[in-house]
């Protein structure tokens, strides 16, 4: 039996997926978590003090370890490093069992470089944890490079959560100038730029009938539903859709024009992979994890919270069709040659195995 014992968030889709196409895979799936959730293909998910709270990941340890102990895994594998990392890197069972981290954006590029103690303390607790795994993941450059500061020895690889290609793909868009945003009602993704630049688009081009499709959810609704009333913007040009199911998110991107992701901070992330499956050309902010994959026009990379120039990519996009269907076919290939979930996660298998083959990992 191969046992991999994963430490993250249970609710989480992106653990749902990371799991599920590795326990495909003939591994057995174990998942520990503070967040208790039905995890597609794990044998067994297994609360340990439920909660959010801070202290709650200290406290958790002993019940943490026991568990480790009882199930005996051959990997541990603790995705996001200043949580379920701490809890991977406490477990020692052995040489043979080697601690896999993966660094999911904030907990790297966010967190550790919070001013005064709370920053210096999670830094500590960042590179105490890097330094106790044999492999570390993350999927971007730019993550990658931060990690290595902390003088790890651990092998670092970019994996990608990656999309499903074969079902996010090109369809028949829809007469009007569509626009979607994937990305969650939160300050970090900008939701309020993207409203006001979608306003000074609706002005200079009402011609366009534009409408702007908000998927994701969040913390800000009310607050971004007043803004769209205070930008005097029609309700049915609107649409907060919210979280929804793979099925209605294919849906909207398939009748859209462009896929818009303009964060303050971020990894590689899924809903870009997924908008450029797709075919659709994609607007985001001037990110280095950005800009591994918005390399054909640059006019198409926007400061994160600068309505004008996104209002004015978004213009270019609606004047000039044969640009947008030329980066839209670029994304699609791009995204199939490179970020197909089916690809990545048969390498994450073949790096699990890679690592029982290896030397013992870093002393305990």
């Known amino acids: 039996m191969k046992r991999i014992l994963f430490f993250a968030d249970a609710s989480n889709l992106h653990t749902q997926r990371w799991v599920r196409e590795i326990a495909d895979r003939g591994f057995d799936c174990v998942v520990l978590t503070r967040r208790p959730a039905e ?4 044998s067994d998910v297994i609360a340990v003090r439920p909660g959010g709270d801070g202290a709650g990941w200290f406290l958790a340890l002993p019940e943490v370890q026991r568990l480790a102990r009882r199930l005996s895994p051959q990997w541990l594998h603790g995705h996001y490093v200043t949580s379920y990392g701490l809890w991977a890197a406490a477990c020692s069972l052995g040489a043979q069992v080697p601690r896999v981290l993966t660094a999911w954006g ?15 303390a999670m830094a500590a607790l960042v590179g105490w944890s890097l330094k106790r795994a044999r492999l570390i993941t993350a999927d971007s450059q730019d993550m990658l490079a931060e990690i290595r500061r902390y003088g790890v020895t651990a092998r670092c690889e970019e994996v990608l959560w990656g999309a499903d290609t074969d079902r996010f793909r090109p369809g028949k868009p829809a007469a009007d100038f569509e626009i979607t945003s994937l990305r ?12 006001r630049a979608f306003a ?5 081009r009402p011609q366009a009938n534009a ?12 607050a971004l539903k007043a803004l769209a009333a205070e930008l005097a913007l029609p309700a049915e040009s609107v649409r907060f859709l919210g979280r929804v199911g793979d099925a209605a998110m294919i849906a909207t991107l398939q009748r859209s024009r462009v896929s818009l992701s303009v964060p303050s901070s971020d990894a590689t992330s899924v809903s870009l992979l997924e908008s450029m499956a797709c075919g659709l050309p994609v607007v985001a902010s001037d990110l280095p994890a950005n800009r591994q994959w918005i390399a054909g026009d640059t006019d198409l990379i926007v400061p994160a919270r600068d309505p004008s120039a996104l209002a004015a990519a978004l213009l270019r996009l609606h004047d000039e069709p044969d640009l947008a269907r030329g980066e839209g076919q670029r994304n699609r290939e791009l995204a199939v040659q490179r970020a197909s979930r089916r690809v990545q996660m048969d390498r994450m298998a073949a790096l699990y195995d890679s690592l029982r083959l290896r030397a013992p990992a870093p002393a305990a």
């Open 184 to 195: 969650s009602w939160e300050a970090n993704y900008n939701i309020d730029t993207v409203l």
């Open 200 to 204: 000074r688009l609706r002005a200079v």
């Open 211 to 222: 409408t702007l499709h908000l998927l994701g959810g969040g913390p800000d609704e009310a």
């Open 39 to 42: 995890v597609p293909g794990a």
């Open 106 to 120: 904030s907990d790297i590029l966010v967190t550790p470089r919070a001013p005064g103690l709370r920053g210096g």
